[in-house]
């Protein structure tokens, strides 16, 4: 029995799968329909987020799409993330929040900042490798960490087994800082993080995702409008939202615990009749 802590919400083999909501502020992000880049948008989008019921708000303020597949060659510094993730603090002082946060960065001092801000998760694609200091700051805070697998940039793994020892090195890394064990969640890195990977190596994780079970964390999968998607259907990332509801049913059928999406509602919806009748039918053998 896989049981979780994220952000002080139970995940686990006992719970619903949960939907954690992609805010986006970065101009260079892949998908230009979900960028937020002003205080009302930001405000608008929690409550809409709220109204459809996700559990988590995740909150990127540099894009980590690959430069590759988007034309987001755009660099943004330390500084420069963390501005902008002031101006979504900002925004929440207008706004009682209900939802934990999460701050999807590689850096020590941005999760610093943020956790400092009311975050209670830091979402790293590295796996800690990027920043040796992140897992210390966020052991200081007591929060809970989303690690993607990575050996040394982000998405360089490519099959179950690679991904299986990049992810066991970070929670290691993750242990050994004294963070929780139960509040590290992780990601096996499904996107076209590098070149070399195409979407068959995706396609390939994802239906072999019950093989992360043995490492006995919450499992998150982020498969929103993601590139494998667009290949498979040759379409465009505002519109492959079918695509990925389909793929979110498999990734729940296979294990998922957390799906991370940019569509909150239609992705709720599809995790609970896919999780009803894993519940009920499952049982029955």
């Known amino acids: 029995m896989i049981t979780g802590n994220l952000g002080g919400v139970k995940i686990g083999d006992d719970t619903n799968p949960l939907i954690m909501g992609i805010i986006n502020l970065s101009p260079t992000s892949f998908y230009k329909n979900s960028i937020l880049n002003s205080r009302e948008k930001i405000i608008n989008h929690l409550i809409k987020m709220e109204k459809d019921r996700a559990n988590f708000v995740d909150v990127g303020a540099k894009s980590s799409a690959p430069t590759h597949l988007y034309e987001n060659k ?5 500084e420069k993330e963390i501005e902008i993730l002031k101006t979504f603090f900002d925004a929440l002082k207008e706004f009682d929040l209900k939802i934990p946060i999460s701050i999807d960065t590689q850096s020590a001092k941005t999760a610093d ?8 998760i830091i979402n790293d694609i590295s796996g800690f490798k990027y920043d040796s200091n992140l897992p210390s700051v966020i052991s200081d805070y007591g929060a809970s960490t989303i690690i993607m697998a990575c050996k040394n940039n982000p998405g360089d793994v490519f ?24 509040k590290i969640i992780i990601d096996p890195g499904i996107g076209g993080w590098i070149p070399e990977r195409n979407h068959l190596h ?3 994780i994802l239906w072999n995702l019950s093989e992360f079970r043995s490492l ?38 296979k294990g998922a615990h957390v799906i991370r999406t ?10 609970l009749v896919t999780d009803f009748f894993m519940s009920r039918f499952e049982k029955q053998g």
């Open 74 to 78: 755009e660099e943004i510094s330390l």
């Open 113 to 120: 900042f943020a956790l400092s801000h009311g975050a209670s």
């Open 159 to 182: 099959n179950i087994k690679e991904i299986k020892s990049a992810l066991k090195t970070s929670v290691s890394l993750g242990i050994n800082a004294n963070i929780d064990k139960n």
């Open 202 to 204: 995706d396609c390939n």
């Open 216 to 253: 006995n964390q919450g499992i998150l999968v982020g498969i929103s409008r993601k590139s494998f998607i667009g290949k498979i259907l040759g379409l465009t990332p505002e519109e492959r939202l079918w695509g990925s509801l389909a793929a979110t049913t498999i990734a729940i059928l």
């Open 262 to 271: 940019h569509d909150v509602r239609e992705t709720r919806d599809v995790s």
